[in-house]
């Protein structure tokens, strides 16, 4: 039997972007950690990766084993009912949307239909790394402009453009920052571009505002604009990995023209289609996240740590070393995020709890500054 070292090279026949491809780190599951550290996987709380504290609609659920009930059928390969409800719900054609394994993957998506070697794309720094992984594996070069007060500076990203650029990337509200960009500053931006450039606008998080932009008006107007979302997020359906982007007809076409078939399962869109119909667990998510932003200001106020006042389902919060505090948080049961991989050393991004996980959290972390202090 073949061991290890007797496996055969083959980064000899790689491409040369792979090999030096960046590894997206998750936050840790629960059953890592659990395992790590020999503890109760039913005392341990993951608020790490955004996920939705309060779970997922029991619609959403009921409807996603239903269709378990059907698993030996391929999937609808169009996902023509969850397009219509879209279509509907956000005020678009159904020839406007582009579903996906989640809306990772319409990023994806995006860099087989439109990256080249040599290309360039703008984005923010810090903000969701996955749009410098797409990036990087297409062959292209990012071009990272730092936030301003945490927030994206627009006139900068602009300043950034050259004939080179084909993507910029714009999420509001931002990861891991939890900051937005006004409607207005948006439409100004969006504008402004030359018409060589796509803007891609991730909106993970826009359940969480109670008006998010709406830039339907530029998509009508004929700006090559593609906006993202998720059911990973306030749908609480980051198990399942379906999200959606809408734009001009001819750029939904164009991404199913690269995309997988069947890259989105029968249960997902069982789930996701029950979800978007659950107006009242959305809106006790919205509420409950609302209230929980602000026990952990006062908590973390209280305590005397620095915090980026933010508006999605997670806040980020200086505690001098995020892999120590995280590491620490972790022997208690309690996960966060490090931000170190986003050259944010000294901070780490807590998920929006239970108000009991945040009180957990804050007790937590009110123990390790009064250990630091002695």
Known sequence: MNTVSDSPDYTVLARK????QPIYEPGKPIEDVARELG??????????????????SPAAIKAGKRALEQCELYPDGSCYRLKQLLAEMRGVSADQLIIGNGSNEIIELLGHAFLESGD????GTPAFIVYKLVTLLFGGTPLEIPLVDYRHD??????????RTKLIFLPSPNNPTGTANSQEEIFSFVRSLPES???VFDEAYAEYLESPPDLRPLIEEGKKVICLRTFSKIYGLAGLRVGYGYAAPSMAQLLNQVRQPFNINSVAQAAAMAALEDNVFIEKCRKSNQEGLIQLEKGFSKIGLEFIPSVANFITVNVTDGNAVCQSLQKKGVIVRSMASYGMEEWVR?????SDQNERLLTEFNKIVRNRGT
């Open 17 to 20: 972007s792979a090999l030096s």
């Open 39 to 56: 503890l109760d996987p039913a005392t341990i709380i993951k608020l790490a990766s955004n996920e939705n504290a309060f779970g997922a």
């Open 197 to 199: 450039v796509i803007f």
């Open 120 to 123: 360039e794309v703008v984005m």
């Open 350 to 354: 807590v998920t929006v709890g239970s």
């Open 154 to 163: 627009l006139d900068s990203l602009a300043a950034a453009v050259t004939e």
